[in-house]
T-cell receptor, first 110, second 117 residues
C-alpha cells in the first residue's frame, strides 16, 4: 500500500460546480498535511496547509480526519483556472520527509 | 518574497554526458530536496539533504547521481552519465526556516527541463 494515495482522476467538472478530492495516508504518526497545485509543466505550488480544525481560504476548504487518516479538499464555484493537478502531501514526522501523492487531475469545462 | 531559483531552465545533453543542475534554496532554510517528474507522470522524490549530508534517498538516486552544497548557497545535482530515461523535469525544493518547527511546507524552484538525446 502506498503511503499517500489519491484518485488520479481526471475529474471532469462543469464550471461553477463543487468538487471534492480525498487523500488517504497510512502513517498514523504523520504530523502535517498540505495541498499543492501543479499546472502543466510548472512547479508544484502550495495551495493550502491542512489544520486539524479544518481551514478555509476563499472557495477552498481543507479538512483532516485523523481517525480515518484522510484529508480532503473542497473547491466551490469552480473556475476554468482551477484546472490543474492537485497533490496531497504528508509530512512524515519521523524523518521530516514530505511524502507526495500521485496527484488528482481536475479539468473544469465551460 | 524569497524564492528557490534553478538554472538552467532547460538543458539538452547527449547520452553519456555529465550534467550539473543548480539550485539556490531559500537562504535560511535547512532542508533541501531534489525531485524529478517525467512528462505526464507524478513527482518522484530523489534525495533530501540536511546538515551537509544526504538524509534520505530513493531507489532512483543510484550511483549515477550525487548532490553537493559546495559554498553554503548553491545545491547541485550531478548526473554522471546521462541516459535517455533521465529526461525529465528536475525540481529543487527547500523548507524549514532555521528556528522554526519542521511542520512547514516546501518551496519549489521552477525546475530544469533535462532532455537527453
Amino acid at each position: 500500500r502506498k503511503e499517500v494515495e489519491q484518485d488520479p482522476g481526471p475529474f471532469n467538472v462543469p464550471e461553477g460546480a463543487t468538487v471534492a478530492f480525498n487523500c488517504t495516508y497510512s502513517n498514523s504518526a504523520s504530523q502535517s498535511f498540505f495541498w499543492y497545485r501543479q499546472d502543466c509543466r510548472k512547479e508544484p505550488k502550495l495551495l493550502m496547509s491542512v489544520y486539524s480544525s479544518g481551514n478555509e481560504d476563499g472557495r477552498f476548504t481543507a479538512q483532516l480526519n485523523r481517525a480515518s487518516q484522510y484529508i480532503s479538499l473542497l473547491i466551490r464555484d469552480s473556475k476554468l483556472s482551477d484546472s490543474a493537478t492537485y497533490l496531497c502531501v504528508v509530512n512524515r514526522h519521523s524523518n521530516y520527509q514530505l511524502i507526495w501523492g500521485a496527484g488528482t487531475k481536475l479539468i473544469i469545462k465551460p | 518574497e524569497p524564492e528557490v531559483t534553478q538554472t538552467p531552465s532547460h538543458q539538452v545533453t547527449q547520452m553519456g554526458q555529465e550534467v550539473i543542475l543548480r539550485c539556490v534554496p531559500i537562504s535560511n532554510h535547512l532542508y533541501f530536496y531534489w525531485y524529478r517528474q517525467i512528462l505526464g507522470q507524478k513527482v518522484e522524490f530523489l534525495v533530501s539533504f540536511y546538515n551537509n549530508e544526504i538524509s534520505e534517498k530513493s531507489e532512483i538516486f543510484d550511483d549515477q547521481f550525487s548532490v553537493e552544497r559546495p559554498d553554503g548557497s548553491n545545491f547541485t545535482l550531478k548526473i554522471r552519465s546521462t541516459k535517455l530515461e533521465d529526461s525529465a523535469m528536475y525540481f529543487c525544493a527547500s523548507r524549514v526556516p532555521a528556528g522554526q518547527g519542521t511542520n512547514t511546507e516546501a518551496f519549489f524552484g521552477q525546475g530544469t527541463r533535462l532532455t537527453v538525446v
